[in-house]
């Protein structure tokens, strides 16, 4: 089970080899085992022997912000770090190769918008026209992508423009289930946007923790522009992604999330309520868990980030890095006659 702590000063420790967790109003004892991952939204007492345990389990702790996002997490160091990898990772990121990879990336993610507007024609279909229309937009699109020059403006360029496609024809179906009228990443305001970005911020986490797992450096992407403070990689691969959560929050919408329990428009400034944010990560979590077709088998959407992860690491174990590997066998074959001589010395 995933555990999160969304009350101020829980105590996390170990009680004979269970985690021990203590509120003011309640105290439960778990088995590690039981537990996939701890997730503190309020400041959280934890003891070093509670996080040794989770390390020795393979069970991450992550710290979010007032916003959903991952400030900080902790991990066990056996996470499968290769230095050759890394290595080639580097190497990848500024190389054209990379674009093969990054098309597919972004590939994915309008297929998924695509999805998601076809799910729509299903539940609004007096915007049926409309939608198919967009649909085979961005159908189009996706064809110019892989079939033109491939440099990165371009791909942008390419995604960019589903972008707004999509996002414009969501906002003008659900205009009776949101006041929002358009994307807005930073500041929002309304209960839509606010709930997109908070999904988000969550997910940027699984994300970053299934690269880690497979020894991919989180800060070095292929896509985005590489910050000391940001996880780029996570930024490119949580691309395919984003059409889960989008699904995800309009189901709720049309539900009526937009309410004075999952919104407090009365806050400055407004944001979802605690009584939403319990709604959307229940919801969230729920859905990582199910499953879905993909390359012909039934795999649970969490599954599908590793496999995408995995799926990258397999590419760089193929990539050849210019000049390397004739250096680096040659640098080998001299510490290897050194080593004869002083052996013989």
């Not at 289930?177 to 209960?191: E, Y």
């Not at 009526?256 to 999952?262: K, L, V």
Request: proline fraction near 2%; include cysteine; charged fraction near 25%.
């Amino acid at each position: 089970m995933h555990i999160f702590i969304d009350n101020y000063g829980v105590k996390i420790d170990v009680d004979n080899g269970m985690l021990r967790f203590v509120s003011e109003s309640d105290e439960k004892v778990l088995s590690i085992k039981k537990v996939k991952s701890l997730h503190c939204f309020q400041a959280t007492n934890i003891t070093g022997a509670a996080i040794v345990l989770a390390s020795e389990h393979q069970v991450p702790i992550l710290f979010y912000n007032a916003l959903g996002r991952v400030e900080c997490w902790l991990w066990s160091h056996k996470y499968g770090n290769i230095a050759d990898l890394r290595v080639k990772q580097a190497f990848y990121s500024q190389s054209s190769d990379r674009l093969v990879w990054i098309t597919l990336v972004i590939e994915q993610k309008i297929e998924g918008q695509i999805k998601n507007l076809e799910w729509l024609t299903t539940r609004k279909q007096r915007y049926g026209d409309e939608l198919k229309k967009h649909i085979d937009n961005l159908k189009s699109i996706i064809i110019s992508m892989k079939s033109g020059a491939q440099t990165l403006s371009k791909i942008r360029s390419y995604e960019a423009l589903a972008s707004k496609q999509y996002w414009d024809m969501v906002f003008k179906v659900l205009e009776k289930h949101t006041d929002a009228t358009s994307r807005i990443k930073r500041g929002a305001t309304d209960s839509f946007n606010s709930a997109l970005n908070y999904l988000y911020a969550i997910l940027y986490g699984q994300i970053e923790a299934s690269l880690l797992m497979y020894g991919l450096d989180p800060y070095i992407g292929l896509m985005h522009i590489n910050r000391h403070d940001k996880p780029a990689l996570a930024f490119d691969h949580i691309e395919p992604f984003r059409p889960w959560v989008d699904r995800l929050v309009m189901v709720l919408m049309i539900g009526g999330f937009d309410s004075d329990i999952n919104y407090e428009t009365e806050s400055d400034p407004p944001r979802i309520s605690k009584a939403g944010r319990k709604t959307l990560i229940e919801t969230f979590f729920s859905f990582m868990e199910q499953r879905s077709n993909k390359q012909g088998k039934r795999i649970r959407h969490k599954d599908q980030i590793h496999q995408l992860s995995g799926q990258l690491v397999e590419s760089l174990k193929k990539y050849q890095i210019p000049y390397w590997e004739e250096k680096n066998a040659q640098s080998h074959k001299i510490i290897t006659d050194n080593e004869t001589e002083t052996d013989l010395l």
